[in-house]
């Protein structure tokens, strides 16, 4: 971020010296400089958090596999992240598997996985297995349940983006598609009676 923002200084920079009236484009040009980051990181924010959104039922599924196979918590997730889809999400959970290895106690690591990657979703998984961990009960139950209601709770994300997509696909239509067929469906007519034939 701070690359481009000195990039974006040697261009307003110059900007200024090859310029007869300097301080518009430089204001621009400073403008950009200041606005292009932080755009840019929203957009790579929003790409990690789809990343993490789409990978999060295969890991969780691979997580209460292991766990009711009969390995701990740890033990599962070594095989979560030796067998799990490469990506922000796996290495997310590789970094809270070695603060964990590390001495980090469970429910530190967990909570700090939860700050960085502050998605409701795996905020509301990590935040039920803190609770697991301090009441003692069945892990491999609660996985499943967590499981099961991350599968339904992407299929009502996906079906309301589809009942969305015909909105979004009015403007298009509008726009491109429509004049299109409708200079091709009265072209010829509107032709005909102004040249006559």
Request: charged fraction near 20%; glycine fraction near 8%.
């Amino acid at each position: 971020m701070l690359c481009s923002a000195a990039f974006f200084g040697l261009l307003a920079l110059l900007a200024l010296a090859m310029l007869r009236r300097p301080l518009l484009p430089a204001l621009a040009v400073a403008v950009l400089g200041l606005g292009f980051p932080l755009v840019w990181l929203r957009d790579q924010t929003v790409r990690r958090h789809r990343a993490i959104r789409r990978a999060l039922p295969y890991h969780l599924d691979l997580l209460t596999l292991s766990v009711e196979a009969g390995l701990d918590f740890g033990q599962a997730l070594g095989t979560v992240v030796e067998r799990g889809q490469p990506g922000p999400l796996n290495e997310e959970i590789a970094l809270t598997l070695n603060e964990m290895r590390l001495g980090k106690p469970r429910e530190e690591a967990l909570r700090a996985l939860g700050e960085r990657v502050q998605l409701a979703e795996l905020t509301n998984f990590l935040s039920n297995l803190i609770q697991v961990d301090k009441l003692g009960t069945s892990l491999g139950r609660v996985l499943r349940i967590q499981s099961t209601q991350l599968r339904v709770a992407r299929m009502h994300r996906a079906e309301k983006e589809a009942n969305q997509a015909p909105v979004r696909l009015l403007l298009p239509l509008v726009l491109c598609f429509f004049p299109t067929l409708f200079m091709i469906l009265f072209g010829p007519i509107v032709y005909r009676f102004m040249y006559g034939g």
